[in-house]
């Protein structure tokens, strides 16, 4: 199935599962932007880890991986909204894209997991060191050390597809038998990049779990959505302050914010600084097709 997440449960083994498969959404994240495949990669698997993580946390509110590198990807970042949608996005270093393609670009990063929720508590991140060339490894250390919680991940993502699947022991009194976390995970450990990338949920449980008793859960819908605004740029406006916003606005003429997620461009002629910083409704913002929002 396109655009999913599937959960599923071993009965007998305290063990819960989740894969994602993120088709024509994972495309929307690519049409707008050209990115070095290596880039590619990585954040098709970061965005498919950020899925499966708010899944298992099942926030009311805002989930995010950060990734930030020392050579040549300046950003990585992907943010999932509840359980149904994410966005991403990437940047990096452009004065020879050839060398990305040679080049670890975790090397010496730092993975920054954020957790927002939508009414009320603060914001919670975790940072975690990068450990060796892949994500997944720091990932189901942040899980371990700040959520309590052993998991792994595999994650693999093209220019079709981005997918993943995690495995977690279940929270419980009774402690899970070493023996099935390590027989279900070496199984698990035998998917191909290809195979997850490929195949379709029932495909997989079968490939790797056929002497399993698994209960398999409705899919739950993924889809793109940028979640900018007219209000949140106001905001980050406001957050410059009027002095900043104003010589921005004499010497270009307007201020012109582009959304680095979906692309949009949010543009605040003088009137529309007005309007910012006096409070009141005076200049509507037009995006960058001179609609009206």
């Not at 191909?192 to 899919?219: A, Y």
């Not at 302050?241 to 004499?250: A, F, M, P, T």
Request: aromatic share 6%; proline share 2%; with cysteine.
């Amino acid at each position: 199935m396109e655009n999913t997440l599937q959960r599923f449960l071993f009965e007998h083994a305290n063990i819960r599962g989740e894969i994602v498969s993120l088709d024509s959404s994972w495309r929307q994240v690519l049409e707008r932007r050209k990115y070095p495949v290596s880039v590619r990669k990585l954040l098709g698997e970061v965005t498919a880890a950020t899925t499966l993580l708010a899944a298992t946390i099942k926030l009311d509110g805002t989930l995010s991986i950060q990734i930030k590198g020392h050579s040549g990807l300046q950003l990585a970042l992907a943010e999932a909204t509840g359980s149904n949608s994410f966005r991403s996005t990437a940047k990096w270093s452009q004065d020879n894209e050839m060398i990305l393609e040679n080049t670890n670009l975790l090397k010496d990063g730092a993975i920054a997991v954020t957790i927002t929720p939508k009414k009320s508590g603060q914001p919670y991140q975790g940072l975690v060191q990068v450990q060796g060339e892949s994500i997944q490894e720091s990932i189901e250390g942040y899980m371990q050390q700040s959520e309590q919680l052993t998991t792994r991940l595999w994650l693999a993502s093209n220019d079709q597809r981005a997918s993943g699947m995690l495995l977690q022991k279940l929270p419980t009194k009774e402690p899970v038998e070493s023996d099935d976390w390590n027989r279900i995970t070496t199984l698990a450990s035998t998917i191909t990049n290809q195979e997850l990338i490929s195949l379709d949920f029932e495909m997989i449980l079968n490939r790797l779990f056929h002497e399993e008793t698994i209960r398999v859960f409705e899919g739950s819908p993924m889809q793109f959505i940028c979640s900018c605004s007219e209000k949140r740029t106001d905001g980050m406006l406001q957050s410059l302050g009027e002095e900043e916003v104003r010589s921005i606005l004499n010497e270009q003429g307007n201020v012109n914010i582009t959304c680095e997620f979906c692309g949009k461009n949010y543009i605040y002629s003088s009137l529309g600084i007005d309007r910012i910083f006096s409070g009141k409704s005076i200049d509507p913002v037009q995006d960058s097709h001179g609609s009206v929002n």
